[in-house]
């Protein structure tokens, strides 16, 4: 035990005290490692696909107003188009609610350079290249200066977040791939599995570059020294897994009914917070994520919802709560990894830092899911509620 020797007065002290001691924000249960490694498996899978086409959309639908097949990452059939009209395919849609989230939410180097005088002059570039010869874009540009710029800051955040999804979607797979060899027993063998591809990926560059007309022009140059962790990690967490954006048909957007913050700061639709019981329902974006998952299913985990109380009737529901299980594993990986000093560290100062950084991360805590996915899981009928 690392913890500091002082006892912590939050209301969420015992998980402060479990990140002290190297333990994860989820209880290390069997049932919880079977549920994470699996459905981590299947979002592997689809972060695969939602990876490529993000980066398919920044590459090859680059400044085009009207991409029809932007899903289709350049493969237009007849047998495809009727999947499409079919629904038989990945919501890529909710790969791009994703990016919209942290477009709109910022933070980090990604945002700070789409606003710095460095990215002006890359973008004009590539807007003149894509626009030559097109007089109505031309003009277009020409009285609405900004727009077209707007559109290269979204497409960056297209390849930005693919690529984090690159990372994250291989990181997944092989901690399948080593739950499957015996490697991974635990839930804390879960996190510093994901810590440990985090660190190893943390200084990975994040560059963007488009080819017109056999030419090729930076959007995001390595001289904006943009990493993996810093720039695309943190303000994912941030966005996706905090902040999020209020679910059509869930509240009001009526700035007179006071139900969505007046602060962007104090925004609590994250994936930490969100009720699994909506999923299913239409406009809720993480229905198309389930939906997505629901085909990637590992043998041994499908097996368990469908011997749950309720079957395959609640999947969807079944399987967003296994998924926010697997993100509060994440998110110790991450609140661990940015930590001022060592969880292990001995020197009393660095442990009373580290006991402040924890107790500010908990305060965003008090309102999330954390302590629901920390209840015993039961999926037992039970005819009438226990007295």
Request: hydrophobic fraction near 35%.
């Amino acid at each position: 035990m690392t913890q500091s020797s002082a006892a912590s007065q939050h209301p969420l002290s015992e998980y402060i005290y479990r990140l002290e001691s190297g333990e994860a924000l989820l209880p290390d249960y069997p049932e919880n490692v079977v549920e994470v490694v699996g459905i981590l498996k299947s979002y592997g899978i689809v972060l695969d696909a939602y990876s490529k086409n993000l980066i398919y959309i920044a590459n090859e639908q680059f400044l085009e107003l009207f991409p029809f097949f932007k899903y289709f990452n350049g493969e237009v059939k007849t047998q495809k188009l009727l999947q499409y009209w079919w629904h038989d395919r990945i919501n890529f849609e909710y790969a791009e609610y994703c990016m919209k989230t942290m477009f709109w939410h910022g933070g980090g180097g990604l945002d700070q350079y789409l606003d710095s005088p460095e990215f002006r002059p890359l973008a004009e570039t590539a807007i003149q290249a894509k626009t030559k010869g097109n007089l109505m874009i031309q003009t277009l540009h020409r009285l609405f200066p900004e727009f077209l710029p707007e559109q290269i800051r979204q497409l960056a955040y297209y390849s930005g977040l693919g690529q984090f999804w690159r990372v994250m979607s291989d990181m997944f797979i092989s901690l399948s791939d080593r739950y499957d060899h015996g490697e991974i027993k635990s839930i804390p063998d879960v996190v510093n599995h994901i810590l440990s591809g985090l660190v190893e990926s943390a200084n990975q560059p994040i560059t963007y570059s488009v080819k017109i007309n056999n030419k090729v022009y930076d959007i995001l140059p390595k001289s904006a020294k943009l990493t993996f962790l810093m720039d695309t990690a943190v303000p994912y967490v941030e966005a996706v897994f905090f902040r999020g954006t209020p679910f059509p048909g869930t509240v009001s957007y009526n700035a007179q009914a006071h139900q969505i913050p007046p602060e962007q700061k104090q925004f609590a639709y994250g994936a930490l917070y969100a009720d699994p019981l909506p999923i299913g329902g239409s406009g809720i974006p993480p229905t198309q994520l389930m939906q997505d998952m629901r085909h990637f299913l590992p043998d041994y985990l499908h097996n368990i919802y469908q011997n749950s109380c309720r079957g395959e009737d609640d999947l969807r529901v079944q399987i967003c709560q296994s998924f926010q299980k697997s993100m509060y594993c994440v998110t110790t990986a991450a609140i661990i990894g940015l930590a001022p000093y060592p969880i292990s560290t001995s020197d009393p100062e660095q442990k009373q830092a580290n006991r402040i950084y924890f107790e500010n991360w908990m305060d965003r805590f008090l309102n999330s899911r954390l302590g629901e996915v920390n209840k015993p899981t039961s999926r037992e009928c039970k005819l009438f509620p226990e007295r």
